[in-house]
């Protein structure tokens, strides 16, 4: 089979399709996410560094989270690229409709633009303005918010104070996961569905306990909500907690990243349980392995988000007493890559690879990398709760040295390096965050 090219471009997914156009100037145009004039004039948007005097705390913890570097993040930077080289400036807006809800609906983002060029505020990303600037939710996905043109930031606190600095309202669709669905649910231009966090909650554990999305990713604290305002309960954290991408702003304290990178690291490690469960087997036999893996997380799938990237899968191993690998899955090339079909040593070659992310098939049948030339979106994601078995196949020789050590494990990371060295990315492999969710271990004595 001929290899594709291995090249990603970062996308997102919805209930419906969005109302897109497309003209020779302006590229494509959706009234709400990628008007044809500016719905917002980018001198009226503050600023994140105007907030910091009066929001210290809030401004802090934001400038380490990935709303803060969702235009600075020189993945996705790169993988915009590629959309840019594929459509020669057309779709230049997609993928940036909600990274830069500023940048795009004043049009500072505009076809053929270059990260370089854009504008400071453009620059923030998902800033202050872009959540508590927000009028209504107008759809659940592409961006789908309207902006409010009185200049007020709003919150959940019912009848919140006037203050000098800025008109202040109530807005309560700012705790649902409606409000997080608007843009983390994106649906592709052909109206495929590539992002669904949202559709996930919808019929998840947390839902029917009416848990949301921010009591995971925005934890309760207690403390100031504005310099000099009297400590309370009910704060949410602004770090926006989950697995974080290589290239992130850092928080601007060792002490703030330390805290960052300990909220991440126990978000992960409650997020799945797996078990080993071998049967017997005599030598010259085939000894069967049992490993049961459960997603833990009651909000979302497993992984969730950008799946056809991000990869999570099963890595099981049997070696015997004299360290002979009688057995291996899940393990990687000496490019650091599965050894699945994007591996450039070895593909193809783990027959029983378990991914538990997602991939494009192309109208031909074909896996293909890129959204805009996918028919088809097949996902193996571990549901809310959903626990699986899988059998695994152990030869075992004639002459094995018992006991055989079983060791597995579920491992999730950010980006594959294959897509790094693509994207001439190669100074952040050390940087991709590579976390093991789940381990077991055991010794069969034949």
Known sequence: ??????????????TAEPTTTTTAALGIVDPLSMPAKPTVALDDVPSAETCKDCHPNQFAEWTGSRHAQSMTDPVFQGLVGVRQGAFHGVQDKFCVQCHTIAGVRSQDVSPGFKFADLKPKSMEGVTCWSCHGVQQIARLHNAGLTMAKDGAMRGNLPQPQTTNAHGTAEAPFLKTPEFCGACHEVVELSGLPLERPYSEWLTSPAAAKGQTCADCHMPFYTGSAAEGAEPRVGLRSHRFVGLDPPGARE????????????????????????????????????LVVAVTVQNKIAGHSLPTGSTFIRQCWLEMRAVDANGKVLYETGTLDANGDLRDRWSALAPYADADLVSFSSGFIDPVGQPTLFPWLAAEHHRNQLRPGEQRTYSLFVPVPK????????TARLRLRTYPPFLLKVLGLDALLPDVILADL?????????
């Open 1 to 14: 089979m001929r290899r594709l090219l291995p090249v990603v471009l970062l996308a997102a997914c919805a």
């Open 251 to 286: 928080a601007p304290s060792a002490e703030l990243r330390a805290v960052y990178a300990a909220q991440r690291d126990a978000l992960l490690a409650s997020a799945a349980d797996l078990t080993i469960a071998p049967g017997t087997a005599q030598p010259g036999e085939r």
């Open 399 to 406: 002459d094995v040295a018992a006991p055989i050590q079983l």
């Open 438 to 446: 789940a381990t077991d271990a055991t010794a069969v004595n034949l």
